[in-house]
């Protein structure tokens, strides 16, 4: 007699390929580890600071006119000097040992011009000890580092007749150099509060050394192949130093997780009886399963950051999806071919017992809690969109703006330039709007001075501006005629600066106007100031451009936010369409994806409680946050296009434990209470892993993003994975009833058949599952399912 074994799953058929093929998948990942780990020390040097640029926004435009029409310089520095003791700048002694240091920085080789303090009285600060000059460089911003070493050299000042002077110089090589130092950094910090916490968390799951090891192992080898990834990804795109930080988290924290869901079902499944063969394919038929819809689910959120104009945004994006994809990679080869080799061993060097409950127990710790909410579902669900909606309201007053060196380490070089600044000279005289003003004549000509006159005077005259730096206002003593006569005969002027300034800001037709903020350049009241000067018109055929610091955060942020509803759009429906097909209902997915925005509200109002509102910035370190005054631009777009799929994994493990034992039972209560208490122990210490990753990386950080990402990261991971998981979404589901499990028939027969992983399974191994009828289709549906752990 001949007996047929029924086809499984493809799912199925990968386990047991990756069962059979062992040895060779094992040697493949040991060679690429051997020959990947040589390579990634050389990582941080490819990759790249800024990219926040984009060519169509009307203050790049600006800034085109500048280096086109005025020949503005595209790279300036300054060098401060403090003096920490003896005489201040005015007395002879000091003036003379900075005037030294700042002729040895004009012989730099690069140098194109220097304005000391000498020739302008305004980089005297306000303290008569601290002072800067301004230097004018050939080379491009971001190719200078060696360069840079030398005006540091030239810039260093030691002692001399009891006076000391302090020298920073500070470029945008600097704040390159600071900020690529400081992150690197960070990653290292982190990651070595993350792995402890990591391994700690797996063995207290597990209670078993060598199952707690593989999620460990998983976890770094896709972190390293996702830094493979970026490695090889940085010689077509520019990557941003970001994107280091941003793969080590998502690697860390997906490698270990999805690690934990295969190792607690092929655990459970050898409880069950199973070889070690029927193990892995049942555990790949199901939790792989899962694990592969919801990285499907990550990759679209994280596909999103690639329809973004800016570079940082895009590189984040491909960071985000080599982590994604190497997590996926590691789950679906290296590992079950490890627990191929291990078999029953997975348990050796246990520290104590596994939980002996039966699958499907209603006992337990989560299965009391659902119990509870079963009981009083509605008042359970009114608290939590109470508690879930006013956490999210502080992000209705958020402030949105681009990164300055606030962001930085306060002892970096930039940061402490920045401090100084502030402290010693205006408010907004670092980062002043730079007006370009084109007339339809040579603007020297008389007439056209004066209406340039009459808008220098009119800008002087707004509250919101501080002081305006133009051809006509060089000196305060002279009148708009003698200004005629200036620049009718500019070599005639006695004032070296004055002549220079004057040929740097007027060429032909345009002028340069630096009009000084009177409060904080990224301040809410600049974006009004900038949307007036661009829609002024002094007189006919006039036109003003505006660039400058606070512009190009203002265009920046316009932009990003622009099209963010659509890719926002896009993101949601590619993941109901993805749960859809998953669950085989049209409620599920729109619940699971409504949950999610409440998680996402709530991490963005907690983001502006601690980095705009300072709520955590009076805590001792490590716990102190910084209070920034404004969260970064990119950071709730970077979060939600991140998150939203990360955050679902927890909910999408719950619903598939739950659709499994309610294929079994039909009973939809008792489906709730058996899920939750089945995935309850997985699910949690999976959670508590992308918190722990993404906690370290927050509070080891120095850099404020970076802080920033890992705070909205955990903070939602936590949410989710109790709030929502452990109330809304067992209330809800018994709220709904049978509704849950509702799929039209049109779309049944649209989607076809279930896969029949679970009768072919069944079959092959005598085992005989039964169940109702859902979607129309017979009980052999695919159960994407964690299982328990015992």
């Not at 399963?289 to 689910?297: E, K, N, P, T």
């Not at 300034?501 to 350049?521: F, K, S, Y």
């Not at 990119?634 to 955050?647: A, E, M, N, Q």
């Not at 005989?768 to 964690?786: F, I, K, M, Y």
Request: hydrophobic share 50%.
């Amino acid at each position: 007699m001949t007996t047929t074994t029924p086809d499984l799953s493809p799912f199925a058929r990968w386990g047991r390929a990756m069962d059979r093929h062992r040895r060779p998948v094992l040697w493949l990942w040991l060679a690429a580890m051997v020959l990947l780990l040589p390579l990634l020390p050389f990582l941080p040097s490819r990759l790249r600071t800024g990219g926040f640029d984009d060519s169509t926004l009307p203050s790049s435009q600006a800034q085109a006119s500048l280096r086109d029409d005025l020949e503005f310089p595209t790279n300036t520095a300054a060098v401060f000097f403090r003096i920490t003791s003896g005489q201040e700048y005015v007395e002879p002694g000091a003036r003379r040992l900075i005037g030294d240091a700042i002729a040895r920085v004009s012989a730099v080789s690069g140098v194109r011009q220097v304005i000391s303090p000498e020739l302008n009285s305004r980089q005297v600060g306000r303290s008569g000890r601290t002072v800067y000059a301004l230097v004018t460089l050939d080379t491009e911003a971001g190719s200078g580092g060696a360069q840079l070493v030398e005006l540091e050299r030239a810039s260093s000042v030691v002692q001399r007749d009891g006076i000391y002077v302090e020298a920073l110089v500070v470029s945008a090589d600097s704040f390159f150099r600071d900020l690529q130092d400081a992150t690197t950094n960070d990653l290292l910090r982190a990651e070595l509060v993350t792995l402890p916490i990591a391994a700690l968390t797996l063995l207290l799951v597990f209670g078993s050394v060598v199952a707690a090891s593989l999620p460990v192992i998983a976890g770094a080898a896709t972190t390293v192949l996702g830094l493979g990834g970026i490695l090889a990804l940085s010689f077509p795109v520019d990557m941003s130093v970001f994107a280091l930080n941003l793969s080590s988290m998502l690697a860390l924290g997906l490698g270990t997780d999805y690690a934990l869901f295969l190792v607690s079902r092929f655990r459970e499944e050898l409880d069950r009886g199973a070889t070690t063969s029927q193990a892995i394919e049942r555990a790949v038929a199901t939790a792989g399963r899962a694990v592969f819809f919801s990285a499907g689910m990550v990759l679209a959120g994280l596909a999103g950051l690639l329809s973004f104009r800016i570079a940082f945004l895009r590189s984040l994006g491909f960071a985000g999806l080599a982590a994604v994809a190497a997590a996926v990679l590691v789950s679906m080869t290296l590992l079950p071919a490890l627990l191929a080799v291990l078999g029953p061993r997975i348990d050796s060097w246990r520290v104590w017992g596994r939980d002996a409950n039966a699958d499907g127990a209603t006992n337990g710790f989560w299965a009391r809690v659902a119990g509870l909410v079963l009981k009083r579902p509605w008042p359970v669900l009114f608290v939590s969109l109470v508690v879930l909606l006013g956490a999210a309201v502080p992000f209705l007053s958020a402030r949105l703006s681009t990164p300055d060196a606030r962001i930085l380490p306060v002892d970096s070089v930039s940061r402490r330039a920045a401090n100084l600044m502030a402290e010693e000279f205006d408010a907004g005289g670092a980062a002043p709007l730079l007006v370009v003003a084109h007339a339809p004549g040579k603007i020297t000509e008389p007439g056209q001075l004066s209406v340039l006159t009459d808008l220098t005077r009119a800008l002087q005259d707004d509250p919101r501006v501080a002081r305006v730096d133009s051809l006509v206002s060089l000196d305060p003593r002279l009148t708009r005629a003698q200004y005629e006569l200036l620049f009718a005969r500019p070599e005639l002027s006695p004032d070296q600066w004055a002549r220079g300034l004057a040929n740097a800001i007027a060429r032909g037709n345009t002028t340069l106007l630096q009009v000084v903020p009177a409060r904080d350049p990224l301040g809410p009241e600049i974006a009004g100031l900038v949307d007036s000067l661009r829609l002024t018109v002094p007189a006919p055929g006039w036109r003003l451009e505006v660039a400058g610091v606070s512009a190009s955060a203002i265009d920046l942020t316009r932009s990003l936010y622009g099209g963010f509803p659509y890719v926002v759009a896009l993101i949601l429906a590619t993941t109901y369409g993805l749960l859809l097909l998953t669950f085989r209902s049209v409620l599920l997915p729109l619940k699971a994806v409504l949950m999610n925005l409440l998680s996402l509200g709530a991490s963005y109002g907690a983001l502006v409680a601690v980095f705009q509102m300072g709520l955590l910035s009076g805590l001792p370190a490590p716990f102190a946050f910084p209070q920034m005054g404004y969260v970064e631009a990119t950071l709730p777009i970077l979060l939600f296009c991140t998150l939203f799929g990360l955050s679902m994994d927890y909910e999408v493990f719950l619903l598939s434990r739950i659709r499994e034992e309610f294929l079994s039972t039909g009973d939809n209560s008792r489906s709730v209470t058996v899920g939750l208490q089945a995935s309850g122990r997985v699910i949690t210490g999976a959670a508590a892993i992308v918190v722990a990753v993404a906690g370290s990386f927050s509070l080891a950080a120095d850099v404020v993003q970076i802080k920033a990402l890992g705070l909205g990261i955990a903070l939602a991971v936590l949410v989710d994975a109790t709030l929502v998981r452990g109330l809304l979404v067992p209330a809800t589901l018994h709220l709904f009833g049978a509704w849950n499990w509702w799929l039209p028939s049109w779309l049944v027969r649209v989607f076809g058949p279930s896969t029949g992983v679970h009768s072919g399974f069944a079959a092959v191994h005598g085992q005989v599952t039964e169940g109702p009828h859902v979607d129309g289709d017979a009980t052999d549906q695919v159960p994407l399912s964690t299982g328990s752990i015992r």
